[in-house]
Nanobody, 124 residues
Framework: EVQLQASGGGLVQPGGSLRLSCAAS????????LGWFRQAPGKEREGIAL????????YYVDSVKGRFTISIDNAKTTIYLEMTNLKPEDTAVYYC?????????????????RGQGTQVTVSS
C-alpha cells in the first residue's frame, strides 16, 4: 500500500526558504512518477514539480521554475521540495503525490496517491 506523509510547511517571509519532506513507503520509486502539487484557497490544484527517479529527469511549472527543486534521498524513501525566494502567491497547502508508471503529460495534481497536505504561508 502506497503511503505518503508530507511535512515541513510553515510561515515564512517573502524571499525566504522552506524544505518540504514527504516520507514514502509501499512502492518502488523507480516504477512511479513522483511529484508535488499545491492548492490555494479558492483555486484549483496546481501540479508544480515532477520527477522520474528512474531517469533523474525533473520538470516544473513556469511559476516555480528556478526557485523550487524536487529531489529524493539516496535510500529512495523521501521526496523533497526545496523552495527558495518564496512569494506571497506561493501560499497554499502543498501535497506530495505519486502515480504508477509514466503517463503522457503526467500532472501531479491528478496522481492516484497523495499524502496529507502541509500548509505553506508566505507573508511579512
Amino acid at each position: 500500500e502506497v503511503q505518503l506523509q508530507a511535512s515541513g510547511g510553515g510561515l515564512v517571509q517573502p524571499g525566504g526558504s522552506l524544505r518540504l519532506s514527504c516520507a514514502a513507503s509501499g512502492f518502488n520509486f523507480d516504477d512511479y512518477a513522483l511529484g508535488w502539487f499545491r492548492q490555494a484557497p479558492g483555486k484549483e490544484r496546481e501540479g508544480i514539480a515532477l520527477m522520474s527517479s528512474f531517469s533523474g529527469s525533473t520538470y516544473y511549472v513556469d511559476s516555480v521554475k528556478g526557485r523550487f527543486t524536487i529531489s529524493i534521498d539516496n535510500a529512495k524513501t523521501t521526496i523533497y521540495l526545496e523552495m527558495t525566494n518564496l512569494k506571497p502567491e506561493d501560499t497554499a497547502v502543498y501535497y506530495c503525490a505519486v502515480d504508477h508508471g509514466w503517463a503522457e503529460n503526467p500532472d501531479p495534481a491528478t496522481f492516484g496517491s497523495r499524502g496529507q497536505g502541509t500548509q505553506v504561508t508566505v507573508s511579512s
